[in-house]
Each structure stands twice: as structure tokens, then as C-alpha cells.
């Protein structure tokens, strides 16, 4: 189901998977980047989200005052979902906001309780958490056709 209610992002749900996956929008602006990241956990909290894919691909450099803002107020949040995967895509050049991802993680690694995996695309963190099922073809499809 694609979800797209909230501006900053485009949102993907599988509910048998409990997977929602997610893709910045905004382009280079970030002025309403705090207000999406809040819908966006109240979401994933009312959908009982188990597998959270995050490409980060289309985000621009995460500034400072967001890095504190997300490890202050967005990554408690996270850290209490019943997530059991959390799974960023994010190419090796985007050196700036890998950087800032392991710092959010290093913030909030013992409350921990969900297992983090990067890959550099989203097809293939999309193929991992499919992987023994049959979805990945409807899913790629629904995503294609948003």
C-alpha cells in the first residue's frame, strides 16, 4: 500500500511483512523535515512496523541542528517501536550522512533491541527483507507505479 500523507516522504506498507519502506521527496529542503519525521514515527507506531527501510539516497546532508534534533526527539521514538529490522540504504558517497546515522546509532545503541543492516540501494534491502517470500515482485511493481 502506498501511503502519502505525510510531504517529505514517499511510503510504502506491507502489512504481512509489517514493512514500511520510506524515500525522501523534498529535494534539498529540510525546513519541514522535523515535522515529517514526527508523522512518520506515530505512523510506524500505529502500523506496529516490524522492518523499517530508510533510503537515505535522496536525502541531502543532514545538518547539525537536525542531527541533534533526530537524536534527541526522533530516535527515542524509535528505539520503543517493535521494530526487528532496521535497514538504511545508503550509497558510499554519501559520506556526510553516513557519518551522521552512526552517530544517531552510537546515541542510542543500548536501547537497542532490533537488528541494523545497511545496503547501498534500496532494490537490494527490498530483495534482503523479501527474501522467502513471494512479495517482491507487487511490491516493486506498487512502487514503480506511485
Same mark, same amino acid.
Given at each position: 500500500? =502506498? ?19 520510506? @524515500?525522501?521527496?523534498?529535494? @534539498? !529542503?529540510?525546513?519541514?523535515? &522535523?515535522?515529517? *519525521?514526527?508523522?512518520?514515527?506515530? /505512523?510506524?507506531?500505529?502500523? !506496529?512496523?516490524?522492518?523499517?527501510? =530508510? ?34 540504504? =545508503? ?9 551522521? =546515522?552512526?552517530?544517531?546509532?552510537? /546515541?542510542?545503541?543500548? !536501547?537497542? &533491541? ?23 515482485? !507487487?511490491? /516493486? *511493481?506498487?512502487?514503480?507505479? &506511485?
Amino acid at each position: 500500500m =502506498i501511503i502519502n500523507h505525510i510531504p517529505d516522504f514517499n511510503l510504502q506498507y506491507d502489512e504481512a511483512l509489517g514493512l514500511l519502506r520510506l @524515500e525522501w521527496v523534498s529535494g @534539498e !529542503a529540510t525546513h519541514t523535515l &522535523r515535522t515529517s *519525521a514526527e508523522q512518520l514515527l506515530l /505512523l510506524a507506531r500505529k502500523l !506496529a512496523v516490524r522492518s523499517l527501510l =530508510i533510503d537515505m539516497n535522496s536525502v541531502p546532508n543532514i545538518s547539525v541542528e537536525d542531527e541533534l534534533w533526530l537524536g534527541s526527539h526522533w530516535m527515542p521514538g524509535i528505539v520503543q517501536l517493535p521494530l526487528e529490522r532496521l535497514v538504511l540504504a =545508503i550509497d558510499s558517497s554519501q559520506l556526510h550522512n553516513q557519518l551522521a =546515522i552512526d552517530a544517531l546509532h552510537d /546515541l542510542v545503541q543500548p !536501547a537497542i &533491541r532490533f537488528d541494523s543492516h545497511y545496503f547501498s540501494d534500496a532494490l537490494s534491502a527490498m530483495q534482503w527483507l523479501t527474501e522467502g517470500t513471494n512479495r517482491l515482485p !507487487a511490491l /516493486l *511493481a506498487e512502487w514503480n507505479a &506511485r
